[in-house]
């Protein structure tokens, strides 16, 4: 990775002949490494319970499926089963607890917020597609400065049902008026991955991301070890998605 950069012309290069015409971007472990906050606010949490804390590590294996499914997978792993109002009234702790510090620790990735910015100026439109809440995204986007060069956010509680089902991807291009054949999926997970699948999108996987499932076993048409390879990746891409219409 060392000596590698994003710049305009490599960009470019890789968007010269109408593919992508969009990429969607997952956010948490593809575009930002958030789990040293998402993981403080956990042991608040728990703490707040008198449960023990967890590692940073687990915590980030239980990332990738909304708030709720991280809640219940935080309680479970210190033994505590929480379903129905109890893991709702957990899952709005978390929240409030979560949405004080959502960037004190978060980074963002390598090449992150230049790829968005150079493909913003070279006319690909970008969508995030998260599973996170819609708000806490804009927030986080806003704080990295590219908010503005995001053309829509997709949240897990924008509406249509969360990755892995192929709705929130569907949403996303729609509002931005893109057929899935000439747009690319980019995400760390399972969720991802087989969201994109479902929409019958490109998809990349980027390793070093949150999954329980090796980058490589993810099913995804390219994968690449971080996102400064991605220009590569879909300038190998191109032509089979070009081939396809
Ligand atoms: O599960 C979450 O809250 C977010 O995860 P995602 O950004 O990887 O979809
Ligand atoms: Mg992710």
Same mark, same amino acid.
């Given at each position: 990775m /060392? #000596? ?15 593919w992508p015409e969009?990429? @969607? ?11 040293p906050?998402?993981?403080a ?12 804390v ?5 915590? $980030?294996?239980?990332?990738g ?9 935080a ?5 505590? %089963?929480?379903? #129905? ?6 899952t709005? *702790? ?7 510090? @959502?960037?004190?620790?978060?980074? &963002?990735m ?10 913003? *100026?070279?006319g690909? $439109?970008i969508g995030? =597609?998260?599973?996170?809440p /819609? ?6 986007? *806003?704080?990295?400065? +590219?908010?503005? %060069? ?14 892995p089902e192929p709705?929130? @991807? ?7 008026? =893109? &057929?899935?054949? $000439? ?9 991802? +991955?087989? !969201? &994109? ?17 090796? !980058?490589?076993?993810l099913g995804?048409? *390219? ?6 390879? @991605?220009p ?9 998605a070009?081939?396809?219409?």
């Amino acid at each position: 990775m /060392e #000596g590698k950069c994003v710049s305009d012309a490599s960009v470019n290069k890789s968007v010269p002949s109408g593919w992508p015409e969009a990429i @969607l971007f997952d956010l948490d472990g593809t575009l930002i490494d958030s789990v040293p906050d998402i993981a403080a606010a956990v042991n608040e949490l728990l703490s707040g319970d008198d449960l023990p804390v967890v590692s940073v590590d687990a915590v $980030r294996g239980m990332i990738g499926n909304g708030v709720k499914k991280l809640v219940e997978r935080a309680y479970a792993s210190v033994g505590t %089963q929480y379903e #129905g109002d109890a893991l709702n009234a957990a899952t709005d *702790r978390m929240m409030g607890i979560y949405g004080k510090h @959502l960037t004190r620790h978060t980074v &963002a990735m390598p090449g992150a917020v230049e790829l968005i910015s150079s493909y913003h *100026r070279a006319g690909v $439109r970008i969508g995030v =597609v998260t599973n996170k809440p /819609e708000a806490f995204t804009h927030e986080i986007l *806003r704080h990295f400065g +590219i908010d503005g %060069q995001v053309d829509v956010v997709v949240g897990g509680d924008t509406g249509p049902a969360r990755k892995p089902e192929p709705d929130m @991807l569907h949403h996303a291009l729609s509002v931005m008026g =893109v &057929a899935a054949s $000439r747009a690319l999926m980019v995400g760390d997970s399972p969720a991802d +991955i087989g !969201a &994109a699948k479902a929409a019958n999108m490109a998809s990349v996987a980027v390793h070093g991301g949150y999954t329980n499932v090796p !980058a490589d076993e993810l099913g995804a048409d *390219r994968v690449i070890s971080s996102l400064l390879d @991605l220009p590569a990746a879909i300038e190998a891409l191109r032509p089979a998605a070009l081939a396809q219409g």
